[in-house]
């Protein structure tokens, strides 16, 4: 059962750490589009954080707590353990509790009458860029002191 639950935190990070760097290089790239096709790339990018991002940082924290419970069970919990758990649970809580409903509400703006962005558009980016920064940085940390500092 170990086998099942290990699979299903490599993909849950898979998804959360593939769909946070598909979705910033297509942010950084549609800076270059028409109002029009910068929109409709967000709404591209709410459906991939919505579908990937969310779901594999659900299924990393609930996988991680349950691989988790034998080293509970001894009488020493490794620090590599308590650092990743850390990380990922903080991570998991920006990018669905943040990250997530903000890729929403860029996924349903439309142009205003002039055929310009809306004015809420650069200040729900602006919050979307740091705080999927805050998540995958926490991701990444986790990540590492799974592996690296495991030892």
Known sequence: MRGFWLLIHIVGFVAW???????????????????????????????VTRSLIAPGAVL?????????????????????LMAMQVFGILGAVVAVGIVTPTAARLARLSLDPRGELPESFAGLRRKQAIFATVAGVLALAALIAGTVFRG
């Open 17 to 47: 750490i593939g769909g946070g760097l598909a979705v910033m290089l297509s942010g950084i790239t549609a800076k270059y589009f028409s109002p029009d096709q910068r929109l409709a790339v967000y709404q591209i990018m709410g459906v």
């Open 60 to 80: 990393v924290v609930g996988s991680g707590l349950i691989l988790s419970v034998p080293y509970f069970q001894s009488s020493t919990v490794p620090t590599w």
